[in-house]
């Protein structure tokens, strides 16, 4: 069975801090694709990336990267010099191939004070 | 605009109603989903459709119900035998398996708050 670990559930930092927000996974298969959303006040999830897992090429987005390692089933994402704007919920998630469905971890709530 | 609408925003129920939520997409995906989140924790999968006429139960369809006429639409019924429907549910649309026969992105709707009275 697949699972999504976030194990922070709430991270607080000041602006212009970095902060890396942690997603481990667990699936038995050797083809996934694993996801970050961001989920604001307003409830509405955000895609902002997704990753195959024959691809583990980091990856960076402006103030956004996100550290992709297998070894250890990890898909660690982290916002550099953050905003206020970045507050909110993040998921991470994952689908096996032949699932279409996701499964999400818990969240991290993400607070950023000016 | 291309996205994905949900209606109503905030929706309140008495026990032992059904209410329906509405889910409508013009990204011309052909799958489409249900999720439900409670407070501090993550989405799980209610049902989900791959194409029209057809749909699949998810991790929590007990107490649930949906149609899939449209390509366009997939409605969500939450029935009496739901026995905590109070959640807010999220509708999601993705393009089917490409040729690499990988697994689309799913984009997701604005969120319909239910809450029992």
């Known amino acids: 069975a697949q699972k999504v670990t976030q194990a922070q559930t709430e991270i607080s930092v000041v602006e212009k801090e970095d902060v890396t927000l942690d997603c481990v996974y667990e699936?038995?298969?050797?083809?996934?694709?694993l996801f970050w959303y961001k989920q604001p006040p307003s409830g509405e999830l955000v895609f902002l990336i997704r990753?195959?897992?024959?691809?583990?090429q980091n990856e960076i987005s402006g103030r956004y990267s996100w550290n992709f390692q297998k070894s250890t089933s990890s898909f660690n994402f982290t916002i550099t010099a953050s905003q206020v704007v970045d507050s909110a919920v993040y998921f991470c998630?994952?689908?096996?191939?032949?699932?279409?469905?996701?499964?999400f971890g818990s969240g991290t709530r993400l607070q950023v004070q000016p | 605009d291309g996205g994905i609408t949900q209606s109503p925003k905030y929706l309140f129920r008495k026990e032992g109603q059904n209410v329906t939520l509405s889910c409508e997409q013009n990204?011309?995906?052909?799958?489409m989903y249900w999720y439900r989140q409670d407070p501090g924790q993550g989405l799980r999968l209610i049902y989900y459709?791959?194409?029209?006429?057809?749909?699949q139960k998810g991790d929590i369809a007990e107490g649930y119900s949906v149609s899939r006429e449209k390509k366009e639409s997939f409605p969500l019924t939450v029935t009496s035998a739901q026995k905590n429907p109070t959640a807010f549910y999220l509708c999601?649309?993705?393009?089917?398996?490409?040729?690499?026969?990988?697994?689309?992105?799913?984009?997701f709707g604005p969120g319909t708050r239910l809450t029992v009275l």
């Open positions: 999601a649309s993705s393009s089917r398996t490409g040729t690499s026969g990988g697994t689309d992105t799913q984009y």
């Open positions: 699936t038995r298969d050797t083809t996934y694709y």
């Open positions: 990753r195959n897992s024959f691809d583990e």
């Open positions: 998630a994952l689908s096996e191939a032949g699932r279409r469905a996701l499964t």
């Open positions: 990204l011309n995906h052909d799958a």
């Open positions: 459709s791959q194409i029209v006429n057809d749909f």
